[in-house]
C-alpha cells in the first residue's frame, strides 16, 4: 500500500492567496483527520471525516479554512485568503473503523506564506 | 475528558543509554494509550499502544511502555539509545473517535 498521499509537499505563496491542500488517504479507511503542526502550538487536530461526512471541525481555527471530502479517496484542505501565521506544517491521516486507535500520517504538505 | 502531559520537551542521551520518556495521562475512562514518533520531515507513525490487555506493552525498534494506573503514567523506554533513535516523540490518548496528542519531547542521541 503506498499509504497516505499528501500533495503538495512544500508550498510558498503571498499573504492573500488561497491555497488549496490535497490528501489521498489509505484505501478503505473511512476515517480522515486534517492536523496542523507549528513549533508554537504542537500538533492541533482542525476537523475529521467519517465516510466523507465532516464530523467535528471545532479545531478549524476561521472561516478562512475549509474542507471536503468529495469522495473515499480525496480530501482538501483550503485557506482563502492565507496569511503569515497560517504558515505550518500541514498533516493528513486515515484511520478504519474498529481500529480508530491507530493512525496512519501522510509525509506533510510545510506551508509557508510570506 | 482525556489528555496527556510530557514531561520534559527535550530529553538528551549518550549513545547505549537508557531511553526513557515519560507520559501522564487523564482518562474519565479506561483508556487507550499509543506512544507515536516522528522524525525529521516525516508524519508521525505508530511505535505502540496500550488497549487494557498487557501493561507492559512492546513496541518497534526495541521501544516498550507499561501502563500503571495507580500513577496514571504511560512512560516509554528503550534499554539502549541508537543515534538512529533520534526524533520526536508524541503520547496520545483516545478520546472518542479522537486521538488527543502530548506536546511531543524530542530526544536527542549524543555519540
Known amino acids: 500500500d503506498a499509504g497516505v498521499i499528501q500533495s503538495p509537499r512544500h508550498e510558498v505563496t503571498e499573504m492573500g492567496q488561497e491555497v488549496t491542500l490535497r490528501c489521498k488517504p489509505i484505501?478503505?479507511?473511512?476515517?480522515l483527520f486534517w492536523y496542523r503542526q507549528t513549533m508554537m502550538r504542537g500538533l492541533e487536530l482542525l476537523i475529521y471525516?467519517?465516510?466523507?461526512?465532516?464530523?467535528?471541525d471545532s479545531g478549524m481555527p476561521e472561516d478562512r479554512f475549509s474542507a471536503k471530502m468529495p469522495n473515499a479517496s480525496f480530501s482538501t484542505l483550503k485557506i482563502q485568503p492565507s496569511e503569515p501565521r497560517d504558515s505550518a506544517v500541514y498533516f493528513c491521516?486515515?484511520?478504519?473503523?474498529?481500529?480508530?486507535?491507530?493512525?496512519?500520517f501522510g509525509p506533510g504538505t510545510r506551508l509557508t506564506v510570506l | 475528558a482525556q489528555s496527556v502531559t510530557q514531561l520534559g520537551s527535550h530529553v538528551s542521551v549518550s549513545e547505549g543509554a537508557l531511553v526513557l520518556l515519560r507520559c501522564n495521562y487523564s482518562?474519565?475512562?479506561?483508556?487507550?494509550l499509543f506512544w507515536y514518533v516522528q522524525y525529521p520531515n516525516q508524519g508521525l507513525q505508530l511505535l505502540l499502544k496500550?488497549?487494557?490487555?498487557?501493561?507492559l506493552v512492546k513496541g518497534i525498534n526495541g521501544f516498550e511502555a507499561e501502563f500503571k494506573k495507580s500513577e496514571t503514567s504511560f512512560h516509554l523506554t528503550k534499554p539502549s539509545a541508537h543515534m538512529s533513535d533520534a526524533a520526536e516523540y508524541f503520547c496520545?490518548?483516545?478520546?472518542?473517535?479522537?486521538?488527543?496528542f502530548g506536546a511531543g519531547t524530542r530526544l536527542f542521541v549524543k555519540a
Open positions: 491521516a486515515s484511520s478504519l473503523w474498529g481500529r480508530t486507535d491507530t493512525q496512519y
Open positions: 484505501s478503505g479507511h473511512d476515517y
Open positions: 471525516f467519517n465516510n466523507n461526512v465532516p464530523i467535528d
Open positions: 482518562s474519565s475512562v479506561p483508556p487507550y
Open positions: 496500550y488497549t487494557s490487555a498487557a501493561t
Open positions: 496520545a490518548v483516545r478520546g472518542g473517535f479522537k486521538t488527543i
